[in-house]
């Protein structure tokens, strides 16, 4: 069963492709490839964000509170009408991360979003999660805001599978088409060749880790795939209107 419920921190990375080559060479000896890349190759992961008119959930995250919230639907890969697919509650607090989920079919999910009425029950549900999601959907009028999909490779620690770390690539975004199974095109957030390493663990990284971070000369960005596109697309363009209208 996948897990669905989630607590930790997570550190983000940027780096060009010979950063990647170095870096990812250099875990093998410590992680191994997650089961969806063991033939060395990618695996894809659509999602699609929600938020209110005015763009609120997105813009509260930006101003980085100590709590914030998200809602999105994820599904691997681009999916069926009645494929399953999660739909997640991520939470962070003071820097730890908190994401709950539940298996839903596609239409299930677009019809409980859309309505904030709960599915009748089945056994791939996880009834708590959807009873928070839920609360959620009663304190925003929500809609599907943005689309976002990516290339991805996955390690777990060969000693502690806590120790989780993500390699993203080809990130694109649209706001249009807000289906996820309308396709994963999309326009790229960053230039050809560049990588978003993620690294999840429940508690601090082991010392070898942060050794070989120091070592290559990796530091931390506070990079969100939600907030980049936000900035490149809907405040930029309100900023152009509000200079326009001086």
Known sequence: MAIEVFNRYESKYLMDSLSFDEIYSR???YMELDEYNKNDQFYSISNLYFDTDQHSIIRNSLAKPKYREKLRLRAYGVP???AKVYLE???KVCGLVNKRRTGLTL????EFVRTGIEPEPKPY???QVIQEIKYFLGRYELQPK???AYDRIAMFCKNNRDLRITFDTNIRSRRYDLKLEAGD??????AKGQWLMEVKAEKTVPVWLAQLLSELGMFRTGFSK???EYRMNIRHEERIKERLLL
Do not use: F, S, T
């Not at 239409?107 to 677009?110: F, M, Q, R, S, V």
């Not at 095109?185 to 960053?190: K, V």
């Open 185 to 190: 095109h999309g326009e790229l957030l960053m």
């Open 125 to 127: 549900m996880n009834k």
């Open 80 to 82: 069926k009408p009645d």
């Open 226 to 228: 939600y907030g980049n």
């Open 89 to 91: 509650l991520k939470k």
């Open 107 to 110: 239409d299930e999910a677009y």
């Open 27 to 29: 875990l093998l000896d």
């Open 146 to 148: 943005v689309y976002l």
